[in-house]
């Protein structure tokens, strides 16, 4: 069965897990629940990225490990 990663696409609402807003100042800190702007294939933990807006309006790209697991994926 594929990674439920590889599923998501854009538009899709994750769950960002609490060690990224931990670790990262205000302006690069997730909301609780984000939109996925766009997803990257990338050599990277998962293998894929996720573009995001963070809390201060920014784009990053983020590893989908990053993420919990939709319930419904």
Known sequence: ???WFRKIKAGDVLI???D???TERN????PDQVQ???TVEA???SGVMFMVRTKGGLLRSLDAFWFLEPDNK
């Open 1 to 3: 069965e594929m990674e």
């Open 16 to 18: 960002p897990i609490p």
């Open 20 to 22: 990224w807003n931990r």
């Open 27 to 30: 302006g690069n800190q997730l």
């Open 36 to 38: 996925i702007v766009r």
């Open 43 to 45: 050599q990277s933990q």
